[in-house]
């Protein structure tokens, strides 16, 4: 059974940059199955799409956040990690890292943009 | 704001049937049939109800059913159980501008 788990700082300062790491176990980040992905709800419970990884390299951000977001993966750890620049207390929220089904036909895959599994979240508050 | 619209509540007796509404634009929920549903309870996890408009994943109850009419999707839930009682979002994607789009959410309470 497949499971996430978000870990890292609960508290940042405003101006720093983020950082978390989502660690799968029961499964391989490496497999072509699954995108890889990160969604943050905000305190008054909005959600939003921060971005993916898959093929263990290949990253796609929301337009939003592109500038200030990097999603890398460490295959040898079976985590893939969340850095998030320049934060602000509009970046305070509950960090979700989650998986999302590939779709596959004879043309390649695609994205189904749903998201199946979900880690427990965790926390992270911007504030000095 | 959430680029999709959600009521903020909706309630039902157990037993009745209730319908949460998502509307969303012709950019996102009426150009694509990717519209997916979440449950959370309190404190919890969002949990993945229905994908792709009107697709149950296994394991979810059969009194969970979606569908799509334009620019809006819906959530129907069943023969309400106190369960049920949770807050809903739908999402959809929105093409390349925006990816995924998520509702506000709508609390569902079992009287």
């Known amino acids: 059974q497949v499971q996430l788990q978000e870990s890292g700082p609960g508290l940042v300062k405003p101006s720093q940059t983020l950082s978390l790491t989502c660690t799968v176990s029961g499964g391989s980040i490496s497999s072509p199955s699954y995108y890889w992905t990160w969604i943050r709800q905000h305190p008054g419970k909005d959600l939003e799409w921060i971005g993916y990884i898959y093929n263990s390299g290949n990253t796609y951000y929301n337009p939003s956040l592109r500038s200030r977001v990097t999603i890398s993966a460490d295959t040898s750890k079976n985590q893939f990690s969340l850095k998030l620049s320049s934060v602000t207390a509009a970046d305070t929220a509950v960090y979700y890292c989650a998986r999302e089904p590939r779709g596959r036909d004879s043309l390649g895959y695609y994205n189904n943009w749903y998201f199946d599994l979900w880690g427990r979240g965790t926390l992270v508050t911007v504030s000095s | 704001q959430s680029a999709l619209t959600q009521p903020a509540s909706v309630s039902g007796s157990p037993g009745q049937s209730i319908t949460i509404s998502c509307t969303g634009t012709?950019?996102?929920?009426?150009?694509?049939?990717?519209v997916s549903w979440y449950q959370q309870h309190p404190g919890k996890v969002p949990k993945l109800m229905i994908f792709?408009?009107?697709n149950r994943p296994s394991g979810v109850s059969n009194r969970f059913s979606g569908s799509k009419s334009g620019n809006t999707a819906s959530l129907t839930i069943s023969g309400l159980q106190a369960e049920d009682e949770a807050d809903y979002y739908c999402s959809s994607y929105a093409g390349s501008s925006s990816h995924v789009v998520f509702g506000g959410g709508t609390k569902l309470t079992v009287l």
């Open positions: 012709s950019t996102d929920i009426g150009n694509y049939n990717f």
């Open positions: 792709e408009v009107s």
